[in-house]
């Protein structure tokens, strides 16, 4: 393997990795703070993906689709967390998984409605359809850079926002106390609410963005979802700093697996995911 | 008479089947103090509890400053100016002593800023030296002193605080009872819940005691100390 060709795998790991932080912290946030297990996360990443394409038919660009589709999506998330998801927060897991798995049939039959069932491409936007030579024959694109450095700003973003603000702090707070933090005079229902339309417009956004490499098609949220568990469970449940350290690296594993060990590429993350839980049973930051 | 702050009436409590409160009353007047006793497990915390919406009576009502809030959300019920010390202390152990002061910030209900960061810091300084430690870092009184300083930065008009000195080593209770001594000379009313009867009583208006979910005295602090049999029957002392 030269360089050039190492230097594209780590840039495409790195990429794929970045990207399944934006879906994976919505996941677990959501579960951190208010306990849920949210099967119908990898929906979002969908409804992002296919608002995507129908937006930018209509609009003509994939930036002015992102920008009528994230507001969208933050009223829709905003929507189920009212009417459906408050109703889970005092109830066991398992009535959590029953609704949230429902949810996602109710979702793909929608799509299938709404938008059929064919597989949609999307254009890379032209001004951004460019590529960085490496070698005579290697080139990596630009979209891909993009996408990364929009990734990590969204990260640094809700670092801040969780850190740094006293909205995170309530964020934080609600997380070990819930009585206390209303008993504070915060509302945090209201709190919880937004904390839930943040993760699905981080999902829906990251469909949105990689709609023109993934392409759009049916059930594309499964797929995601079940990564994004695996980040989810090798970082450490509700650990968002555990969430984006195992992003990387199973964006790392599964890229170079495909490449240096294809025949086992389909097991790599999950072989990694047990490797990380013989060590670390509750995960890399995951509290024991 | 002062402006009640808070008034409940009646209250029929339940913690799944078991009937905790059988009709209580309980009421505090601006700038007043009350000390609330009985033996554990009579009722107390739960009354509190019943007061703040964190309990929903079955029966009765709470009223704040007169508006009827029994089934208002408990941070509505905060935001009326009532702030909470719980037992246990209820710090947020994942939030810096800085955080679990600044998350709290906010202006009384009649716009009052007299409490902000500076002046918890100048109350406790024993906080300023601990200010970027977790909350869960904290000793026992320097978690209780961080619990009243983050109900101060609200500017309530009325602190309840809920065995504030429990389990605290006699000189840092005693630095407690001083600090709750300032807060209600500083015209803040306070409900206060603790097992050192005498402290309570000496600065106590009025006291309330509970017994198996009843209010069976309520009056001057004076009339139960002077009274031997009440303070055997219902406190044990």
């Given at each position: 393997m030269d360089l050039a060709f190492f230097l594209i795998q780590l840039l495409n790991g790195l990429q794929y990795g970045l990207l399944l932080f934006l879906v994976a912290s919505g996941l677990t946030l959501v579960f951190g703070i208010m306990g849920i297990i949210n099967l119908v996360h990898g929906s979002f990443y969908m409804l992002g993906a296919y608002l995507a394409w129908s937006l930018a038919g209509l609009t003509g660009s994939l930036a002015a689709a992102i920008a009528v589709g994230i507001p969208l999506t933050v009223l829709f998330g905003m929507a189920l967390e009212w009417l459906l998801i408050r109703r889970l927060y005092e109830r066991d897991h398992l009535f959590q998984v029953l609704l949230t798995y429902g949810l996602i049939l109710v979702f793909e039959e929608m799509r299938s409605i709404l938008w059929g069932d064919d597989v949609h491409g999307l254009p890379v936007p032209a001004l951004l359809n460019v590529s960085i030579p490496l070698t005579e024959t290697l080139s990596y694109p630009v979209y891909r850079l993009f996408i990364s450095g929009v990734c990590l700003l969204l990260a640094f973003g809700l670092y801040l926002l969780i850190q740094k603000t006293r909205l995170g702090m309530m964020i934080r707070a609600g997380a070990s106390n819930r009585d206390m933090v209303q008993s504070l005079g915060i509302n945090i229902k209201l709190i919880y609410t937004l904390v839930f339309a943040i993760g699905v417009a981080l999902a829906a956004f990251a469909g949105m963005i990689n709609a023109p490499l993934s392409s759009v098609f049916p059930n594309m949220g499964g797929q995601v979802l079940i990564i994004c568990f695996v980040v989810v469970v090798i970082g450490g449940i509700g650990s968002v700093k555990g969430a984006m350290a195992a992003s990387l690296m199973i964006g790392l594993a599964d890229t170079f697996g495909q490449v240096l060990v294809p025949e086992v590429a389909g097991m790599i993350v999950y072989l990694l995911m047990a490797v990380v839980l013989v060590w670390r049973p509750a995960g890399l930051f995951g509290k024991a | 008479m002062a402006e009640l702050l808070l008034e409940a009436q009646g209250l029929h409590s339940f913690y799944g089947v078991s009937h905790i409160l059988h009709g209580v009353d309980f009421s505090v007047a601006r700038g007043e103090t009350i000390g609330l006793m009985g033996r554990n497990g009579m009722g107390k915390t739960t009354l509190i509890k019943s007061m703040l919406g964190l309990v929903r009576p079955r029966q009765g009502s709470v009223r704040v400053r007169g508006r009827d809030?029994?089934?208002?959300?408990p941070h509505a019920i905060a935001r009326a100016g009532i702030a909470y010390v719980p037992e246990g202390r209820g710090?947020?152990?994942?939030?810096?002593v800085r955080e679990n002061l600044v998350m709290a910030a906010r202006p009384g209900v009649?716009?009052?800023?007299?409490?902000d960061f500076n002046r918890v810091m100048a109350t406790f300084p024993r906080l300023g030296e601990r200010i970027?430690?977790?909350?869960?870092?904290?000793?026992g009184g320097e978690q209780q002193m961080l619990t009243i300083g983050r109900a101060l930065m609200t500017n309530p008009d009325l602190l309840i605080l809920d065995?504030?000195?429990?389990?605290?080593a006699p000189l840092i209770a005693r630095e407690i009872w001083n600090i709750i001594r300032t807060i209600r000379a500083s015209g803040i009313a306070t409900v206060i819940v603790d097992k050192n009867y005498g402290a309570v009583m000496a600065l106590a208006d009025r006291s309330v005691v509970i017994l198996k979910g009843r209010v069976v005295f309520a009056g001057s602090s004076n009339e139960l100390t002077d009274n031997e049999e009440l303070m055997h029957r219902f406190l044990g002392v």
């Open positions: - | 809030m029994t089934q208002t959300a710090i947020f152990p994942n939030l810096s009649d716009g009052r800023k007299e409490w970027n430690h977790g909350g869960g870092q904290l000793s065995e504030a000195t429990e389990g605290l």
